[in-house]
């Protein structure tokens, strides 16, 4: 649907949950104006966002391995491209007529036009959605969320918690929201896997059977962490605020020293001695 950024935008909210500036949300909203202005740098293959997929591509490669991916919400494809470049099987889908006709044509026989929503007919290792839910309808993305979960283990998700002024963006929500409809269908986030190379928000979340018992000691585990964290971080700032507060003083007691001085350099005492020196 949308590009896969990690910049923040924004949402206004419609006058209903099926339109955009009058427009269904069939894709239409994601023409060629949308990606050359609603995304920060204009979108496409350029130096930038290739760089910047190039990032993305190599984590996943490196950290998550995947043999076949699904990229909802491809846009232009460049995800699919770079994950192809590195022997990955990698397909995408978008709702923008535009985007896909913007697919090279060398990757273009694997990325087709239609609804995230919709059934996939295959299960693939791993599914990415980046930056897309929050431009549909309620229903929709829950339905979409569903679908993920029917066609994989494993969903590398983002969707902007902030970014309330976009015209597009009718679904906008904290983490908490999407981390309940994941936990619907079993799938919960990997507290041990860093998804914020993509986005700070992003999440892995991955299907779960374990008991509740071993849930609760990983959450823990992870809160004690960034609790463990936040303490030692906070004792540094105090430690650079308490040795720039010295260094201030010093500064201080050397201006003032200085001032001394001058004050006596300048003295009639001063002046004085220095008349006599001179006969």
């Given amino acids: ?158 969707s902007s918690p902030l970014d309330y002024t976009e015209a597009t963006h009718i679904n906008v929500h904290p983490l908490d929201y999407w981390a309940r409809l994941f936990a619907a269908h079993g799938f919960l986030r990997d507290i041990d896997f860093d998804a914020s190379f993509l986005t700070p928000w992003a999440v892995r979340f991955r299907r779960s059977a374990a008991p509740a018992i071993e849930i609760v000691q990983s959450y823990e585990r992870r809160q004690w962490r960034l609790l463990d964290e936040n303490t030692q971080l906070r004792a540094e700032l105090q430690r650079i605020r308490t040795s720039a507060q010295d260094a201030a003083a010093l500064r201080s007691e050397r201006d003032q020293l200085a001032t001394l001085v001058r004050g006596y350099e300048n003295g009639r005492f001063i002046q004085l001695m220095r008349k006599l020196k001179k006969r």
């Fill in 1 to 158: 649907m949308a590009s896969s950024r990690s910049t923040v935008r924004g949402h206004t909210q419609p006058t209903d949950n099926h339109t955009v500036n009058n427009l269904p949300l069939d894709g239409r909203q994601f023409d060629a104006n949308y990606y050359a202005t609603g995304c920060g740098a204009a979108y496409g293959y350029t130096p930038h966002w290739i760089a910047q997929f190039e990032s993305v591509a190599s984590y996943i490669h490196q950290h998550i391995a995947p043999a076949s991916l699904l990229d909802a919400g491809c846009a232009f494809g460049l995800l699919v491209d770079q994950m192809r470049a590195r022997g990955v099987e990698a397909w995408g889908v978008d709702i923008s007529e535009y985007a896909i006709s913007q697919v090279r044509a060398e990757i273009r026989a694997y990325c087709r036009q239609g609804s995230v929503a919709q059934p996939f007919g295959r299960r693939y290792d791993l599914i990415t959605c980046i930056e897309v839910l929050e431009h549909m309808p309620p229903q929709e993305a829950e339905a979409a969320v569903t679908n993920f979960c029917a066609h994989t283990d494993d969903v590398l998700f983002s």
